[in-house]
């Protein structure tokens, strides 16, 4: 996306964000897409690293891949049509629960991995993390704002449908080379999260336990 924005590309980059969120793309400009791309590149940051390495830590394997599949039924029938309505805002909700923890530890993270500007990715985090629609995609997206100094929210069109956000950060609107750094950070943060959880998976009551005295010395109980 950041090659195609910085060649002027935007026909090309248009066809690319499908790859990368459900937004309508046809009338969107470079200030635009890069927008959706980098609250793309924040959200998936938490739904596709942190979460599941969360719930990998907590629950296993059995957890991991429990998640993901949860995850990936709502990407695909999350509200997407009123045929199946009810049944995708199960998924939608139950995603929405599966995230809240991992969102907000995604979130601090970020703030934990934005260098010298730690203190202003935790403040807008603290600050515009719940004005976003989603309980949780406004937690990293907000981190992520204040950690890239930009700002993110606004008007976004889904079928047709218009959705007015509110702005969070209080940084200029991101630019092409910011979605680098975007990636670079986000980075960080999976880093981060995969040695936590590996931490996390290797707690005491995990490990092999020593054989038991008698054992060592050949004696049965």
């Avoid at 807008?124 to 993390?129: A, L, N, T």
Wanted: with cysteine.
């Amino acid at each position: 996306m950041a090659r195609l924005l910085e060649a002027g590309e935007v026909p090309e980059a248009r066809q690319r964000l499908s790859h990368l969120c459900a937004r309508d793309a046809t009338t969107l400009d470079v200030a635009e897409l890069t927008r959706a791309a980098t609250e793309s590149i924040a959200e998936n940051t938490s739904d596709a690293v942190v979460a599941p390495l969360f719930w990998g830590a907590v629950a296993g394997m059995p957890g991991l891949l429990g998640y993901r599949a949860l995850n990936t039924l709502d990407a695909m029938v999350g509200y997407r049509s009123p045929r199946y309505r009810r049944f995708g805002w199960a998924a939608a909700r139950a995603d929405d629960v599966a995230n809240l923890v991992p969102s907000r530890i995604g979130a601090a993270l970020t703030a934990l991995c934005a260098g010298g500007r730690a203190r202003e990715s935790w403040r807008m985090w603290r600050r515009d993390g719940n004005r976003h629609p989603s309980p949780n995609a406004g937690q990293v997206e907000a981190a992520f704002a204040g950690a890239l100094d930009i700002r993110l929210g606004g008007t976004n069109s889904y079928g047709g449908e218009l959705e007015s956000r509110a702005r969070l950060g209080e940084g200029r609107d991101p630019e092409p080379a910011d979605l680098r750094r975007a990636v670079r950070l986000s980075r960080l943060v999976g880093a981060a999260a995969v040695t936590i959880a590996a931490l996390a998976a290797l707690t005491p009551e995990r490990l092999p336990r020593p054989a038991a005295a008698g054992a060592r010395h050949g004696k049965v109980a």
